[in-house]
């Protein structure tokens, strides 16, 4: 079936760094565009990031601009995003989905907790 | 950026009732841009609606959404004890970028 799952969170000091991975499967992975989104404890929803299919074009919401990086390896069915100088209001919990119609997003994985403390 | 504000915060509502959940945009959102989400406790976001009313794949069609501009609404028709959630609006613009509304929590009055 079509899934994504997401690996990689942890605890984290504040200004150390942790790389987030999502495998896809069930779907070809290469066709579609992705994003990272985050969600803080007991917060809404914000976009983090976004990479299209080939790698070529990728988004970075203001908040992480500098620090994150996003990735994809199509050959590994892998996203990936690495962030650096982690700061205490960078901890949620951090979804990869799938770019749907309309600019929407209807494949989400379970997410991955990343708590950024001293 | 285009900041979406949904109404109410909380919505208390009994099983069979009508929900009526509304997301305001800033500025002029494109209808083929505005999507829906259920969120339940633990749990990813899911699709519901997405260009301000085509439902996903599998959602039931007591799900509907509506508008245009900066007035968009998701009504459930009869509310049935699994639609006990947050549902968030959510939109792309300009920047590029995607933005969510706050969450309506519907609860079991």
């Known amino acids: 079936q079509v899934q994504l799952v997401e690996s990689g969170g942890g605890l984290v000091k504040p200004g150390g760094s942790l790389r987030l991975s999502c495998a896809a499967s069930g779907f070809t992975f290469s066709d579609y565009y992705m994003s990272w989104i985050r969600q803080a404890p007991g917060k809404g929803l914000e976009w983090v990031s976004y990479i299209s299919s080939s790698g070529s074009t990728i988004y970075y919401a203001d908040s992480v601009k500098g620090r994150f990086t996003i990735s994809r390896d199509n050959a590994k069915n892998s996203l990936y995003l690495q962030m650096n100088s982690l700061r205490a209001e960078d901890t949620a919990v951090y979804y990869c989905?799938?770019?749907?119609?309309?600019?929407?997003?209807?494949?989400w994985g379970q997410g991955t907790m990343v708590t950024v403390s001293s | 950026e285009i900041v979406l504000t949904q109404s109410p915060g909380t919505l208390s509502l009994s099983p069979g009732e009508r929900a009526t959940l509304s997301c305001r945009a800033s500025?002029?959102?494109?209808?083929?841009?505005l999507a829906w989400y259920q969120q339940k406790p633990g749990q990813a976001p899911r699709l519901l609606i997405y260009?301000?009313?085509s439902r996903a794949t599998g959602i039931p069609d007591r799900f509907s959404g509506s508008g245009s501009g900066t007035d968009f609404t998701l009504t459930i028709s009869r509310l049935e004890p699994e639609d006990f959630a947050v549902y968030y609006c959510?939109?792309?613009?300009?920047?590029?970028?995607?933005?969510f509304g706050q969450g309506t929590k519907v609860e079991i009055k």
């Open positions: 989905a799938r770019e749907g119609p309309g600019l929407s997003f209807d494949i």
């Open positions: 959510q939109q792309y613009g300009s920047s590029p970028a995607w933005t």
């Open positions: 500025q002029s959102v494109s209808s083929s841009y």
């Open positions: 260009g301000a009313s």
